[in-house]
């Protein structure tokens, strides 16, 4: 298995693709403060850059978006799909 990290978003299939970095626009969306990483002694907080999803645009249907843990927030999540794909 191969493990390719997207940063933009990306195609997998005409109508579907990875989010690549979901950017977080809404105020109320938080991390909570106990998610922290550790890199040798050293803890921060975990902001969870890598997290993605999968979008699709469904005919007839609209936007479906796949998410994981939704760390960064599902609206924004939602925002940042319906931004990639001008499907509101």
Do not use: W
């Not at 002694?41 to 890598?50: A, I, L, N, V």
């Not at 843990?69 to 609206?75: E, K, S």
């Amino acid at each position: 298995m191969k493990i390719v990290e997207t940063r933009v978003p990306t195609p997998i299939v005409p109508g579907a693709f990875f989010t690549g970095k979901v950017e977080r626009v809404t105020e109320y969306e938080k991390i909570p403060p106990a998610f922290v990483a550790k890199i040798g002694d050293s803890g921060f907080q975990e902001e969870f850059p890598g997290e993605q999803a999968i979008v699709m645009n469904a005919k007839g249907k609209g936007l479906v978006v796949l998410s994981g843990c939704a760390h960064r927030g599902i609206v924004n999540t939602v925002k940042h799909a319906q931004r990639i794909s001008g499907n509101r």
